[in-house]
């Protein structure tokens, strides 16, 4: 399988260099240059498959010769042993809806799914093909965790997460730090967060230091992401189809960066038999607005209870696009170009029928995520975290949607406390965490306080080569 960038100025890559590369070297994003088709005959087949095994099946015929398939299945096992619930996503019948439950990894974050496996991926290929890799990045609170559970422990990999210090919640706060693997960098810098993204932004422009300190982002446009998100769309059609290839499975997707949505619409294009999928936002909604009037124009972001989705540029966005434009790079520019010039990007009305065709989408208030929080406890005793609650509360008038849930409630404790007056049950892994040891440096909220850190800590590659 070879992979191409939705901007054409990559030459076709295997699995491996796709997968350590990240962002294309054009600023394009990676994609699979033909995808696997699923019939209906493997459909069935599949549908009784464990997560792992259905794992397997889908992903080899995307690394292809790039790893082995017994390595493979032991890279996916390994992956999903760390994940406290034997399916590792399974799904819940809550009223008129099935939740998907995507947060059973060891941070209780849908992001695990994608993390522990992208962490394991990135130690094999470090391993058979040598080189190392220093991971850095900023975290506002919400995805720093999953990052480092990630690729704790791992050899020839090292994690610097930048987060601004007494600015994230203290659960999140002691997620990172009670981490005490040596890999294991946390820096509270004495800023905001978009100190911190500014200050990783200026060191990864500075190519020289870049490279010589190995620095690489673990970020949500990696295409290994992306792979491991398509499993659970079909592991959740085959506990509801029971293999009859007719059924046609509807999803809600609460929305972000479009990685996890994305995943969705490469299952439909592989074959899955998905209805129109749902996208479902908070107050930051330019991808509604996108689909309502087929233009594409940022905003300011808004803060809402859904942090994890105050996004207004979705990475993944241009993964899509290049579909919509018919597979274009030279149409894919354009766009891109437009956006660049004007602040926003306008599709033809053909484009706007296929969008209406692939999406459907809502936004959704505090107030009314807030509702839906208190209303599904009350009447199902069940607790939604604020970002499932958004996609519940866009399905509420689509019965047997699947509505995948990307946190666990007890980890936006403040908001469930604000709808129902009480806590959820925190599951193992955030339980005991204030008595936890921590580590943690702080740093100036300054590129070069930053630099030196690193420069004093991981090793220079010609200190070595
Ligand atoms: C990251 C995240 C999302 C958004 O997912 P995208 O792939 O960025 O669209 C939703 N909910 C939670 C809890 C998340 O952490």
Known sequence: MKYLSTRGGVAPVGFAEAVMM?????????????LPQVGPDTLGDWSDLSFQDLALELMAPFVADAIPRADLEGLIRRSYATFSHPEVTPLA?????????????????????????????????????????????????????????????????????????????????????????????????????????????????????KRRYHL??????????????????????????????????????????????????????????????????????????????????????????????????ASNFERYLYYLVGEDPAAVRALLAEMNRTGCLQVTAEQRAALADDFE?????????????????ERHGYILDPHTAVGVQAARRHADRVCLATAHPAKFDEAVRQAIGASAPPPPCLRGLLEKETRCTRLDASEEAVREYIRATLTASNDHE
Do not use: C
């Not at 949505?261 to 999928?277: N, Q, S």
């Open 361 to 377: 989408a809502r936004a959704v208030d505090d107030t009314r995520t807030l509702d839906q929080i208190r209303e599904t406890y």
């Open 216 to 313: 690489g982002a673990i970020n949500s446009i990696n295409w290994a992401r992306i792979l491991a998100q398509i499993v659970y769309y079909f592991y959740a059609w085959g506990r509801l189809s029971r293999g009859d290839p007719e059924y046609r499975i509807g999803f809600a997707v609460p929305t972000g960066n479009f990685g996890d949505i994305f995943a969705g619409y490469m299952a439909k294009r592989m074959g899955l038999p998905i209805e129109r999928l749902l996208i479902a936002t908070n107050r930051n909604d330019i991808l509604a607005r996108f689909v309502a009037e087929g233009r594409y124009a940022a905003g300011a972001v808004q803060p809402t209870l859904s942090p994890a989705m105050d996004i207004q540029i």
């Open 22 to 34: 990240g962002l294309g070297t054009d600023g394009g994003l990676l994609l699979p240059a033909t």
């Open 93 to 209: 019948r809550v009223g008129d809806h099935w939740i998907l439950e995507l947060f059973h990894g060891p941070t209780a974050a849908f992001k695990d799914v994608a993390l522990q496996f992208l962490g394991n991926v990135f130690e094999y290929l470090l391993a058979r093909d040598g080189g190392r890799l220093n991971i850095l990045g900023a975290t506002s609170g919400d995805t720093g965790s999953a990052a480092i559970a990630g690729v704790r422990g791992k050899e020839r990999i090292r994690i610097l997460i930048l987060h601004p210090a007494g600015r994230v919640s203290p659960i999140q706060e002691r997620q990172m730090t009670t981490v005490l693997d040596a890999n294991v960098h946390n820096l509270a810098i004495r800023g905001t967060f978009d100190d911190g993204q500014r200050i990783v932004k200026a060191l990864f422009n500075d190519l020289d230091f």
